[in-house]
């Protein structure tokens, strides 16, 4: 057991005594459940994990939140409260030959000392589906309690199989004040930052919590730069400024994964914000995409798709604008490129909406589905040959520029649908123009059919 770290009856070592030379976020991590800031709905009084934690009751769980939130520091904790041996490695650096030697090494422990191994598995997404099969049959027979960490959903990424046998905890990212909180206590504690004396203002702290979204790491990284770099004076150092506090972050983190599900989260934003008539929003959402590294095309794509589904003839123009800010892209690239996208949003959000369009295809495809495929009426079908109008096609055919209306009293859909309204249009932008204009076609239609009967009243129906 060497090769996964102490000797396998120990628990881990109490980070309280962390080597001095740890980076500071290692030193400061929390050694107790109560130390722990943030995470009340899992660990607060009565909550379930902190019951099974306090309550040595082991169970196989995902830990799932983004970075800095303690996913690995709860997993530390809860092999430290509970009895067992605990290994750890990161799926990162192990493969297929590491399980199969912990899954060894786990059952030779469980009949000599009759108790299970805690296994921490950091990054268990990167793990593919064969690897996370490795250990079903372990977690199944108890042999293993397996605490899997993950910034990624579940849901996408771990086998449904392995899924169904472990708790998910969903770890949030913690918000400014209680990143505050963890930085005042770096600055004060001597396992912190105490002895270097850096002076950092309430606000200014704030300011940096402010930038590290929800990623305590991050910010006691950035504090430990600051510390590292900050020259003393007689009368001791100089207050750290917002200046050096941007300098030492050089930028906020954007969370994105463009697999998984950050990457829906983000366009589902998006869309829901073009549908909403919100443009503040969109643009936002779009340069959040565009910023964190997306592919402006598939932005684009999925904008031109809102013209059709969102806006459709409401505003006839709003697929063409859609389609020039693609082709705007092509043409400058990024950066220039993603001001043609945002005008696109910009003008997307403020556009009259109607999804008639969208509606109207989806009742058709449910008719197709429920069989009604019914041949093309006889009068609007082509006859090429003398043989096909012999058969009746295009037979009683109307050209419709032949009327003043513009149009006859033709029934163009199979019998069994005649009637039928899938489009639908509001009155809304140019649907109201579209309204009218349908509302005059059925009058006319009515007033010829009307006629024709009462020309010929055996042959029309």
Known sequence: MDLFGPDPDSHP???????????????MRPTTLDEIVGQDDLIGPGRPLREAIEGDRAHSMILWGPPGSGKTTLARLFARLTLG???????????????????????????????????FVDEIHRFNRAQQDAFLPYVEKGTIVLVGATTENPSFEV???????????????????EIVTILKRALAEPRGLSASLLRVQDEDLLYLASLCGGDARRALNVLEILAGTR???????????????????????????????EHYNLISALHKSLRNSDPDAAIYWLARMLESGEDP????????????????????HALS???DAKEAFHFLGMPEGALALAQAAAYLAAAPKSNAVYVAYGRVQEDLKAGLADPVPLAIRNAPTGLMKDLGYGRDYRYAHDFEEGTTDL???????????????????????????????????????????????????
Request: hydrophobic letters at 45%.
């Open 411 to 461: 029934d163009c859909l199979p019998e069994r649908l005649r009637g039928r309204r899938y489009y639908e249009p509001r009155a809304v932008g140019y649907e109201k123009v579209v309204v009218e204009r349908l509302k005059e076609l059925a009058e006319a239609r009515r007033k010829m059919k009307a006629q024709r009967r009462a020309a010929r009243p055996d042959a029309i129906k």
């Open 159 to 177: 086998n449904a199989a392995l899924l169904s046998r472990c708790a998910v905890y969903v770890l949030r990212p913690l918000g400014d004040a």
């Open 85 to 119: 041996q605990f290994i750890a490695f990161s799926a990162v650096l192990s493969g297929i030959k590491e399980i199969k030697d912990v899954m060894r090494a786990a059952e030779a422990y469980r009949k000599a000392a009759g108790r299970r191994t805690i296994l």
């Open 297 to 316: 095309l598939y932005v684009a794509r999925r904008m031109v798709r809102f013209a059709s589904e969102d806006i459709g003839t409401a505003d006839p």
């Open 321 to 323: 604008i859609a389609l």
């Open 13 to 27: 070592p109490d980070d309280s005594v962390s080597a001095a030379d740890a980076p500071l976020a290692d030193r």
């Open 231 to 261: 020259s003393v004076a007689a009368d001791g150092p100089p207050p750290v400024t917002r200046e050096a506090i941007a300098r030492a972050l050089q930028r906020a983190p954007l969370l994105y994964d463009k697999a998984a599900e």
